[in-house]
Nanobody, 111 residues
Framework: QVQLVESGGGLVQPGGSLRLSCAASGSISSLNGMGWYRQAPGKERDVVARITNIANIYYAESVKGRFTISKNNAKNMVYLQMNSLKPEDTAVYYC?????WGQGTQVTVSS
């Protein structure tokens, strides 16, 4: 059983930055497999960034060069640094570990 709790969302102007955090607890021994997803109104939930089970990192094409996924193994924390934010990034962002999901955190990019 794995529990995930996201934090760090909020309102930011275009071009601004936010750092999302995901605290993982429970039966987790590796952060490989962790990922960030997002869902905008009327759209499917899509992957933003993930760490594969063999420790490769994947980014959606739309966020390459702007977002960075990172982790702190000792703290069981995964982060998503989001820079140069665009209105199109507005969505609820979710932390994921296989079948486990966090509650989501709202990111709104607007002037």
């Amino acid at each position: 059983q794995v529990q995930l709790v996201e934090s760090g969302g909020g309102l930011v102007q275009p071009g601004g930055s936010l750092r999302l955090s995901c605290a993982a607890s429970g039966s987790i021994s590796s952060l490989n497999g962790m990922g960030w997803y997002r869902q905008a109104p009327g759209k499917e939930r899509d992957v933003v960034a993930r760490i594969t089970n063999i420790a490769n990192i994947y980014y959606a094409e739309s966020v390459k060069g702007r977002f960075t996924i990172s982790k702190n193994n000792a703290k069981n924390m995964v982060y998503l640094q989001m820079n140069s934010l665009k209105p199109e990034d507005t969505a609820v962002y979710y932390c994921n570990y296989y079948s486990a999901w966090g509650q989501g955190t709202q990111v709104t990019v607007s002037s």
